[in-house]
């Protein structure tokens, strides 16, 4: 049995840019705290930064349990702790609106989550949620990628209609390898080269070897949209469209930059099979929760 | 026989930061290129930086040079070509200022050899020279280094009485991994642990494993001067301390960041036997050719 696939990748040894066929924006400015500029602003770059969206006492709590949680899984063999390649230090946390009740509540927090159903114009669940530590002096590159990329054909996610939230629990600055993203690339699908090994996601977390953009399309969409990398306090946000082409450098300064991450997907979206044909990932990188959330006033 | 070593390094376990023990400028606005202003600024923080120090038609000239060296080095298998860890990118071409004649006379620039003769306060020669390609996309970080630890433990540099140039040929912006340095840390010399092995730096130009300082104490430093990396258009330059501590992050932009690297040294200041007590390092990275350069009108 196939089925139709709207955003074929790593089907062939061919990479190719398809156009987007969802739209980027489903609600209006009257539908949530999102004013009409920034719901344009979103729509023509596929992002939008907040700076200092959650103030400096906010951010403390959320930062003391972002450092409590790296901790208690420090001597961890849990499969939601990522770690370096080549080291122990953690890299990633995942499923953090799951395990813990601060972040849970901050994925309920009525001016994140209901920008995301303004966004996409629906009640909304949380595909993944995760803290992403970049530690200094040897914090390593996460090269580019859309993430719908991955999780269409990882895990079934059948069409664009998701947000990710990323929320710096610590200064982005120039030099600590702050998120970059390219203005414009979230209406362009990028189908890469390739197929999907089985269990990708054991290695890909760490270092990323298929659903990669080739350079020669990373480059045309750069020299058109430019690489912005909005910097800011703690507590700033940036809200990214789920294609929306993004990535950092390493960080060699002895600045961390820790980050937590969000991804609201419409329960219109839920996932279905992978579109590669094997077996989806586990629940702790993508849900198959789609019971919708509710604001937590 | 022992010698009395003013810097020793890598001798024992154990990282410390002793006080430097020599002029950082000798010379005086009179004698030279540079302003009194300009050698104050070098003085003070370890670096100048010259923003289209050279124009965009000297640019050109050199940057063809650099890939005319670049292409006809792909197939060689030279100890000047320095591949990038993992793959056969070419990372650096060294002795640049021996095998080419376009930057033989880059050395004898009159406002480059000036300025480092000015700030030397004597004739000077080349200690070492180098093409940097830092590609696109998988563009590796160079980690902190004080170039005069490495010079003096492996190569025999008595003093820290040498300066730098770092010329790009490509614009620095900050997002490619453009030189970063700390303001202040030329006053500081970093000890470093460990001892170096044999034939050290066939491995460490590709990557550095040993005199490498201590994240307390780059923290330190970082924390008291900060980190400032000056971005320009092709042919800006950066005079440097020869004990400044400098890095570049990675680089996963589509833009390459590629810069040429002029080390003078104070022909008062000629090599010795290598401080660590081993052989000394090739001639086309520590030049033992100390006869003074002249000016090229």
Known sequence: MTRADPYPSRVSGAAEVLVRKDPVVHGSASDGPLSGIELETFERNGFLALDAFFDAQEIRALRAEAERMRESTLEDEAAEVIREPGSAAVRSVFAVHRSSPIFAALARTPRLLGAAMQILGSPVYVHQSRINYKPGFRGREFYWHSDFET???????????AVSVSLSLLESNVHNGPLMLIPGSHRHYVACAGTTPERHYERSLRQQE???????ILEGLARRGGIIAPLGPPGSIVLFDCNTLHGSNGNITPWPRSNV???????ENALEAPFSGQEPRPAHIASRDFAPLTLCR
Chains 1, 2 share one sequence.
Request: glycine share 8%; no cysteine.
């Open 210 to 216: 298929y659903g990669v953009p080739e350079p020669a």
């Open 261 to 267: 991450f969000l991804v609201y997907n419409s329960v």
């Open 151 to 161: 999780w269409h054909v990882e895990d079934g996610m059948p069409r664009m209609r």
